[in-house]
């Protein structure tokens, strides 16, 4: 794309009511090993219409690639037209680049039965074997997001659980504090961040990921990152995206001394503030388990976002389509030997 046209994209990317931050300029910058493609379906004066970033990754051991697309298209869901011709675009893609599989998780309600019809009539297929754990997916599953459209900070504070309203009161009272850090404070980020995946199980990149992340959300003002602070140390932290009209909760981790004086709660409530701040219409808390029994993994995670009275979300399976057959079964069974193979070292 030249300069007029990626303008035009970051535009049309950033101001549609369906963006996502996985769809802009940034985040295939921030994915710099895959190849990236954007391909545009236009109206008849030219217009942008729908969109999709496609991230390609290179195999060269079987001389063929892989195509995905995360939570892309951006487009009317409900416009077979303009779906269509995305799709088409793509399958050209794909014979250029000598795909063997393409593959995209878009943020539609599972509920949703006409993108599925209009997916299968497009040659594209549902994954079936449906994973309820957040760790073994590409995207999450299921997530909470929080409708913040008109609404005043009182009117939310009084939609949240008595338990939540407590929890943000009683950090302020105990005097834990909010702020913000820059580029040069990710590596204390990354320190709470990895302590928290130790004691809680999940898996994280290397710091320089995250340090990427920030420098270059930020250059446009598209990330925020917070630390809650108690007796002049920093106990918790997170990392806020924000894109057009929604704000996402990234990252996030805290250290389990203090723990009881809630700082998650308050950062939870300083980012969700920040999104009205901003004029976004959904603050999004991320992925959740799709288990919700008490009982369960991960239901701790599920209870601590659930106080604060978001919708909870599941969405359309993982969609797919196969270019080559033998390709893609033989690209699987090597990637199950190289994971077995990781696990006996």
Request: proline share 3%.
């Amino acid at each position: 794309m030249n300069d007029i046209e990626t303008k035009e994209y970051y535009d049309f990317v950033l101001n549609h009511s369906r963006t996502h931050f996985m769809q802009s300029s940034e985040w295939a910058k921030i994915k710099g090993n895959w190849k990236n493609e954007v391909i545009v379906a236009r109206d008849k004066d030219g217009k942008i219409v729908g969109s999709m970033s496609i991230l390609i990754q290179k195999i060269p051991v079987i001389n063929s690639s892989m195509l995905y697309c995360p939570r892309g298209p951006v487009c009317d869901i409900s416009n077979g037209k303009v779906f269509g011709e995305l799709m088409n675009k793509l399958k050209e893609l794909a014979k250029r680049e000598k795909a063997f599989i393409f593959r995209m998780d878009p943020a539609v309600p599972n509920s949703d039965e006409n993108f599925r019809k209009m997916a299968e009539n497009n040659g594209i297929s549902l994954k079936s074997n449906i994973n309820h754990d957040i760790n073994k997916v590409i995207q999450p599953k299921y997530e909470m997001e929080l409708s913040i459209k008109d609404k005043t900070e009182d009117e939310l504070l009084a939609s949240f659980s008595q338990k939540t309203r407590y929890n943000i009161r009683l950090a302020a009272k105990k005097g834990v504090t909010i702020e913000e850090g820059t580029i040069d404070d990710i590596d204390e980020f990354f320190s709470i961040l990895t302590e928290t995946s130790q004691r809680d199980q999940f898996t994280i990149r290397n710091v320089s990921y995250y340090k990427k992340v920030y420098d270059i959300m930020k250059e446009r003002d598209h990330v925020k990152l917070y630390f809650a602070k108690y007796n002049d140390k920093r106990i918790a932290t997170t990392l806020e995206v924000i894109y057009g009209n929604k704000a996402w909760y990234l990252y996030g981790g805290s250290l389990r001394e203090h723990s009881n004086v809630m700082p998650n709660y308050l950062l939870q409530w300083t980012m969700i503030k920040e999104a009205m701040k901003r004029g976004c219409e959904y603050y999004n808390f991320g992925g959740v388990s799709g288990y919700i029994d008490e009982h369960a993994s991960g239901y701790g995670v599920f209870r601590f976002k659930k106080g604060f009275n978001p919708e909870f979300i599941e969405y359309v399976d993982e969609l797919y389509i196969i270019f080559k057959p033998l390709t893609n079964t033989l690209f699987n069974i090597a990637n199950k030997l190289r994971r077995l193979l990781r696990r006996k070292k």
